[in-house]
Nanobody, 124 residues
Framework: QVQLVESGGGLVQAGGSLRLSCAASGRAFSTYGMGWFRQAPGKEREFVAGINWSGVATYYAESAKGRFTISRDNVKNTVYLQMNSLKPEDTANYYC?????????????????WGQGTQVTVSS
């Protein structure tokens, strides 16, 4: 069992930056792939970024490439999402999720554990 708690969301102006954190409980954190997803009102939840169990492999949605960076610290049981050059269209509730395969590169429905989300609002 893994419990995930996101933090770091907030209100930021377009062009600004935020760093989201996802703290995990449970001894097996270092074996899970991790992903960040987001969901805007009236839209489906979408993949943003993923990272494998070791942190060596990372994956990004096209909308995130070049602006967002996913990383993890297996000692602190935490995964991060550094978001730069934020745009109003990045406004959404951001969720982290844990993937038992360890790859961080699986479809949304294969992520086993989910956090409650943290709201990111980007003003124009």
């Amino acid at each position: 069992q893994v419990q995930l708690v996101e933090s770091g969301g907030g209100l930021v102006q377009a062009g600004g930056s935020l760093r989201l954190s996802c703290a995990a409980s449970g001894r097996a954190f270092s074996t899970y792939g991790m992903g960040w997803f987001r969901q805007a009102p009236g839209k489906e939840r979408e993949f943003v970024a993923g990272i494998n169990w070791s942190g060596v492999a990372t994956y990004y949605a096209e909308s995130a490439k070049g602006r967002f960076t996913i990383s993890r610290d297996n000692v602190k049981n935490t995964v991060y999402l550094q978001m730069n050059s934020l745009k109003p269209e990045d406004t959404a509730n951001y969720y982290c999720a844990a993937d038992r395969s360890g790859t961080g590169n699986v479809p949304l429905y294969q992520y086993t554990y989910w956090g409650q989300g943290t709201q990111v609002t980007v003003s124009s």
